[in-house]
């Protein structure tokens, strides 16, 4: 058996399009433009160059965006100030605050700050909590986990009733994309680093999910054949062979791992650019919205 690739690039690239029409028939219907604002604290290159494409999928989908960039030494006051001005502007549909903050700020504080109809990040403490309980829907969901289950979706991957692994608990995408997976009825397993007999507990899997942040830690006797596997991982591995004298590869040894699963994400191309198209989407549910608002 050798896997069917989930191409995350086309699949995203379809979300994309149905964004961009979206918006189209918003400003038409009720003059509203969708606008997103994202906010950046410090200089980190990653965080620099993730805003960047963020900015710049706004504007090919015709959503408004505008960027605020605060000094890494802001204070927690600064941060939380400038948050709920961006909150008080109604031209402003959803906020993005970069992940990770500076070390000095209390990330919960500022993630507070957010208007939660604006929360298209979905990382709002009242989103997050109502993510995790029964019978309670959270406004937005965090964009990397909704575009793991978006893929599932659009493969037609049935989630109710199977067995589920999660590989990793980070706030920002193992504890999330577990809690959408336990909604959708599947029968959940989160593991992590620690977990004994990892290998094992993987390999119950119909779908894994790799967020682990290890460079292709799971092998292919790791996995169940036919189960679906969506990669979450971005690791650098050195290669002289490339340009950048890198390259990247997932938390799944891609090659071994293909030969038994059904289903698998490249890395890059698959769960990665349905982050920011799940945004987009986030960001003109945000602005349809307000059109019904009392």
Request: aromatic share 2%; charged share 25%.
């Amino acid at each position: 058996m050798t896997a069917q690739i989930i191409d995350g690039t086309a699949i995203a690239q379809a979300i994309q399009d149905e964004v961009a029409a979206g918006v189209v028939e918003l400003e038409r219907d009720y003059g509203i433009v969708p606008g997103l604002a994202t906010v950046l604290v410090g200089d980190n290159p990653a965080s620099q160059t993730y805003v960047r494409m963020k900015q710049r999928r706004c504007g090919e989908v015709g959503i408004h965006s505008v960027g605020v960039e605060l000094p890494k030494d802001a204070s927690q006051e600064q941060v939380e100030a400038r948050v709920r001005e961006l909150d008080a502007d109604p031209a402003l549909h959803g906020i993005l605050v970069q992940l990770p903050l500076p070390s000095h700020l209390d990330e919960s504080g500022v993630l507070s700050a957010i208007d939660l109809q604006k929360d298209v990040d979905g990382f709002h403490p009242i989103n997050i909590g109502r993510l995790a309980m029964k019978g309670r829907d959270p406004l937005f969901a965090p964009a990397t986990p909704s575009g793991v289950i978006e893929l599932l979706d659009r493969i037609g991957i049935e989630i109710s009733g199977k067995e589920a692994v999660v590989l990793g608990r980070s706030n920002i995408v193992g504890l999330p994309v577990s809690m959408l997976l336990l909604k959708r009825n599947a029968t959940l397993t989160i593991c992590h680093s620690r977990s004994r007999d990892l290998a094992n507990i993987v390999r119950r899997a119909d779908i894994l999910v790799a967020a682990v942040g290890r460079t292709e830690m799971v092998r292919g006797d790791w996995v169940k054949p036919g189960a679906v596997v969506i990669d979450v991982g971005i690791n650098q591995v050195d290669d002289p062979t490339r340009k950048r004298g890198y390259r990247l590869v997932g938390d799944v040894a891609f090659d071994e791992v293909k030969e038994v699963a059904s289903w698998i994400t490249p890395v890059p191309g698959g769960v990665g650019p349905m982050t920011i198209a799940m945004l987009l989407k986030n960001t003109l549910t945000a602005a349809k919205r307000t059109v019904h608002k009392p």
